[in-house]
């Protein structure tokens, strides 16, 4: 489950290896976007946790690592860690 507001989560997140994932507001809910793959967040167990669904049938769990000003520096997916681009 998300602890922060929608704010402190939108962004671009990159790995050099995967490429870039993002994360916008949409009608007050959170969608991540992975190449041509997009999905809605939804509350997932653990603190700092979302489920996506990029790939019909098969969930995956986004874990953001939120900084000292509040908002997530990075996302963990599929073991691999994507950073924040600074804006």
């Known amino acids: 489950m998300l ?4 704010s402190a ?3 671009s997140y990159e790995n050099p290896m995967w490429g ?3 994360i916008q507001e ?3 809910r959170l969608t991540a ?3 041509q793959l997009k999905s809605v967040l939804e509350a997932y167990t653990e603190p700092e946790t979302a489920r996506v669904e990029l790939v019909p ?3 995956e769990v986004l874990r953001f690592q939120i900084g000292s ?3 997530a520096e990075t996302l963990r997916f ?5 950073w924040r681009v600074p804006q």
């Open 57 to 59: 049938g098969s969930g």
């Open 3 to 6: 602890q922060h507001p929608n």
């Open 33 to 35: 976007s992975f190449a």
């Open 26 to 28: 949409e009608n007050s």
């Open 69 to 71: 000003d509040g908002t």
């Open 9 to 11: 989560y939108v962004g």
């Open 78 to 82: 599929s073991d691999e860690v994507f």
């Open 20 to 22: 870039t994932i993002v």
